[in-house]
């Protein structure tokens, strides 16, 4: 990424209306920093309390003791600060509204109406035998009985698993599997695109993958399409929901009671069942909803997230509702039925403040300004983006195109593990330089260090670690509390390691650079390459495979596969095709890798240690830089790769 940026002055009509002024972010900031037990006592207050906490941070990062507390003798249902108080001052307000994947097809609810389809769906949840601390997976498509499903679960104390539509039946069905979840909630099929997808049928093929783990699957009604019902397992949300009462009591849970399990990917092995708790996140995620997007009462807030992933959860179900805020959920994808669908929605629902991923950003300026310019957009007031660098290039289009250089571009880095925005253009609080993440939020310490965890200071580069617990950060790995040990705080022991490396520059803002883990990230979603190696070589043709990411001008990163074939098979176009496949069904779509290269073998050290490093130059076209290649057992694998790579077509 470029290091020459023109630097933006926050556009003074913004600045003048901004909650937040260079100096309150100061002193907010430093205030977080130098008592975070005050600050905190104080901002915990922002949700409602069944019975107020007295202990504000409770943690250690000490490997042999490693424990994560926030408010931990408060107790309290998330629901209530989502729903219930705002039944006295915000009943009317729309609390969702609905844009289907037809531009023709949208609906609202209010507070009220919210607030009585949670109870119901509560009541249906106890009626199919959930109980308090029982896990329930979620794979639904994005309707609002997705968002209904999860407050449902919080509501009765039961933990949610969102699973991502996208995902196979046997990605599904490891993630059943892994939190021996005995309920599944989904619908018939989904829409996305003009598409048809077919949950309930992959739903049954991972409950038969889960091997009579799944007890009861209710399914929501969607397209109305017939779909095969399990006598004695499978129950329609509409007929046992006909009769359940619209009121139900909010289980009172500890504030450190768990709230979610969301899986996502890591640089080994299957994915983490990343563990939120109920107190510290809904915290994050409606302080941080409030600050980063300049919230007010009017506005109307859209994150164009999917609920199966993190930036879902926070900001478009707990954030906003924690906030009483309107929250827009979006059913399609940014190009159906035409490129200008994200702004004629905009323009349609009055969106005042919209959210989405560089790599929307870049599918849609390849399609030109006219599908942009042809609509209004002038309730839009602020714009952000999450989920990968944005190049300098989307950044400005984004800016001057689609915000007409009035609104500001909040580019926030987090992860599914740290709950809500960490490093983030606070808006109104300082200039806007594109592609800088920029400052960290309140609470948070960002660090620098080099391989041997030694501090780099100054304009620097190096890797990324915080070094102090933030009420938002995930409590544990769902079920192997060691794997959270030795994944985040056994490389810079007593620090978070986040995976990323980070660049600050002179001015002290900090720019992303991207993982400098084998996890990559492409149309920012995140995989492991691990596990689309798995995927590879389980297919019988495939002797080894090697997964790594390369420069993709639409998604960011590319899948790039290097795969050598088992003596007996030759490598072909039909092959490829077939592992395409293959990987697909292994995973879902978003794992299907770009490009394969079959290769007679990988470059490997004597004691048979792939050298990724080296594939990944390959990958990127960078021959000329292969970084020291003496301890190859095999040297001239590298040069059939190269040769490989530059006939490939
Ligand atoms: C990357 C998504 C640069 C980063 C919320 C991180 C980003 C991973 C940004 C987490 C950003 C996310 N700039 N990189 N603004 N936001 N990332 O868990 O590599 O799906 O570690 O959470 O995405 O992805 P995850």
């Known amino acids: 990424m470029s290091h020459e940026v023109t630097t933006h002055p926050v556009p003074e009509a913004f600045a003048s209306q901004a909650n937040l002024t260079p100096e309150k972010y100061r002193e907010m900031y430093s205030a977080s920093i130098d008592d975070p037990e005050a600050f905190w006592g104080e901002h915990g207050k922002r949700i409602k309390w069944m019975t107020p906490y007295t202990k504000v941070k409770d943690v250690s990062w000490n490997r042999d003791d490693l424990h994560v507390r926030w408010f931990s003798d408060g107790t309290l249902n998330v629901t209530e600060s989502c729903l219930d108080r705002h039944l006295e001052t915000r009943a009317d307000k729309p609390a969702i509204i609905w844009e289907g994947d037809d531009p023709e ?23 199919m035998g959930v109980k308090k601390g029982d896990r329930v997976t979620i794979y639904m ?10 407050l449902a679960c919080a509501r009765i104390g039961a933990v949610h698993s969102v699973v991502f539509g996208g995902f196979s039946p046997e990605a599904l069905a490891g993630r059943i599997t892994d939190c021996e979840s005995k309920f599944v909630i989904t619908a018939d099929e989904g829409v996305r695109g003009g598409r048809i997808v077919p949950l309930k049928v992959n739903c049954d093929k991972a409950c038969d993958l889960a091997n009579g783990m799944v007890e009861k699957v209710l399914v929501v009604r969607r397209t109305g399409n017939d779909v095969d019902m399990k006598a004695g397992r499978d129950l329609w ?19 450190e009671d768990p709230l979610f399990i969301l899986y996502t990917s890591g640089s080994t092995g299957k994915p983490k069942g990343v563990l939120h708790t109920c107190g510290g996140y809904l ?9 980063v997007f300049d919230l007010k009462e009017d506005d109307v807030f859209w994150c164009s997230a999917d609920v199966g992933w993190v930036t879902g959860h926070t900001y478009i179900v707990y954030g906003p509702l924690a906030n009483g805020a309107t929250s827009v959920m979006f059913e399609g994808v940014p190009t159906y039925p035409s490129a200008s669908r994200f702004w004629e929605a905009c323009d349609k629902h009055g969106v005042t403040i919209f959210y989405t991923a560089p790599t929307a950003i870049r599918a849609l300026m390849r399609e030109g300004d006219e599908p942009v310019k042809s609509t209004d957009r002038s309730s839009l007031r602020l714009l952000g983006t999450v989920g990968e660098p944005i190049n300098p290039e989307a950044w400005e289009w984004y800016f001057k195109v689609v915000g007409e250089e009035r609104c500001p571009i909040v580019d926030t880095w987090w992860q599914t593990e740290t709950g809500g925005t960490m490093i983030v253009p606070l808006p109104g609080t300082s200039e806007m330089k594109p592609g800088a993440g920029s400052h960290p939020f309140f609470g948070v310490q960002p660090k620098l260090v080099d391989a041997e965890g030694h501090e780099l200071r100054g304009a620097t580069e190096g890797n990324l670690i915080i070094t102090d617990s933030w009420p938002g950060q995930m409590r544990t790995v769902y079920g192997d509390h060691q794997r959270f040990i030795e994944t985040y705080f056994s490389a810079y022991p007593g620090n978070y390691f986040t995976g990323d490396g980070c660049r600050r520059d002179e001015d002290g803002f900090y720019w992303i650079t991207g993982r400098v883990d084998d996890v990559i990230n492409v149309s920012g979603h995140r995989m492991g390459t691990a596990e689309v190696e798995s995927a590879l070589v389980s297919h019988d043709a495939v002797a080894e495979a090697a997964v790594v990411g390369y420069p993709h001008d639409i998604k960011g990163q590319g899948i790039y596969a290097y795969v050598t074939t088992v003596a007996e098979v030759e490598p072909s176009d039909e092959l490829k095709s077939e592992l395409v496949r293959h990987v697909r069904s292994e995973i879902g779509p978003i794992a299907s890798p770009d490009l394969i290269q079959f290769s007679s073998g990988l470059p490997k050290t004597r004691s048979g240690k792939i050298m990724r490093r080296i594939l990944r130059k390959i990958a990127e076209d960078s021959f000329d830089n292969l970084g020291d290649t003496s301890t190859l057992a095999e040297p001239e694998v590298v040069e059939q790769l190269i040769e490989g790579r530059q006939n490939r077509k």
């Open 141 to 150: 498509p994005m309707i609002v009985e997705a968002a209904m499903a999860m």
């Open 237 to 255: 949300l509409h007929e046992i929901g006909a009769d359940v009462a619209d009121t139900c009591p909010p289980e009172p849970m500890n504030a």
């Open 105 to 127: 097809d949208s609906h609202t609810l209010t507070y009220r109406q919210m607030y009585h389809a949670v109870c119901r769906f509560s009541n249906v949840l106890k009626e």
């Open 283 to 291: 915290v994050w995620a409606s302080m941080t909803h409030e600050y």
